[in-house]
């Protein structure tokens, strides 16, 4: 089963839309960090958000904003107005106490497309 | 602005050679993880150090890669001989002592005819 789960594939929006990427996490600790990366066409990954499991207070930062629900763990993440910049692929990681919080685990990604 | 930085960035060999993939940390991290990009499998974790000391390469093929820090602002991963299999992104990172985040480089896309 997959420890990352990001259910779509690829979202094609038109700039200005508001659009939300989705994360479904499996673990047994009861304490672990979620975390979202992106990776622009240039290849890279790009470090966005940490989150620890006990603290569920949604965040945001300018246009982006995390939602972070233990109940059904999930880690979704909102871009507000997108734009052509933020066309990229998205990833969803855990990092679990087994591995004393050294590893991530990713999800497949989710290719995220905005149109002028 | 401190970067992980990779060579080669693109590397074309064939099939039976040997290919090596090298990584300079961010300077002060101790901590370096080996990862594969594919579109198959997404992206997997191979191999990573703390203090030069290797921690954990079980997602590593044994029998034909090899992962070392020589020192601390050099990991390498050489594969050996390679295959068309292992055609991907190769990429590093690098963490501090005690943080969570990792510090991507730009990756090393390797094609093996």
């Known amino acids: 089963a997959q420890k990352v789960t990001q259910a779509q594939t690829e979202i094609s929006v038109v700039e200005k839309e508001d659009v939300t990427l989705d994360c479904v996490y499996e673990?047994?600790?009861?304490?672990?960090?979620l975390f979202w990366y992106k990776q622009p066409p240039s290849g890279e990954l790009v470090f966005l958000i940490r989150?620890?499991?006990?603290?569920?207070q949604n965040e945001i930062s300018g246009r982006y904003s995390w939602n972070f629900q233990k109940s059904t763990s999930s880690f979704n993440f909102t871009i507000t107005a997108s734009q052509v910049v933020d066309s990229a692929v998205y990833f969803c990681?855990?990092?679990?106490?087994?591995?004393?919080?050294?590893?991530?685990?990713f999800g497949k990604g989710t290719m995220l497309l905005v149109s002028p | 602005d401190a970067r992980v930085t990779q060579t080669p960035r693109h590397k074309v060999t064939e099939m039976g050679q040997e290919v090596t993939m090298r990584c300079q940390p961010i300077?002060?991290?101790?901590?370096v993880f080996w990862y594969r990009q594919t579109m198959m499998q997404g992206l997997e974790l191979l191999a990573y150090?703390?203090?030069?000391?290797?921690?954990?390469d079980s997602g590593m093929p044994k029998d034909r890669f090899s992962a070392e820090m020589p020192d601390a602002t050099l990991a390498t991963l050489k594969i050996q001989p390679s295959e068309p299999r292992d055609s991907a992104v190769y990429f590093c990172?690098?963490?501090?002592?005690?943080?969570?985040?990792?510090?991507f480089g730009p990756g090393t896309r390797l094609t093996v005819l």
């Open positions: 990681a855990l990092s679990e106490a087994w591995s004393g919080y050294s590893t991530l685990t």
């Open positions: 989150r620890n499991s006990f603290d569920e």
């Open positions: 673990t047994r600790d009861t304490t672990y960090y």
């Open positions: 150090f703390r203090n030069r000391a290797p921690l954990d």
């Open positions: 300077l002060g991290h101790n901590t």
């Open positions: 990172a690098s963490g501090p002592e005690g943080a969570l985040e990792q510090f």
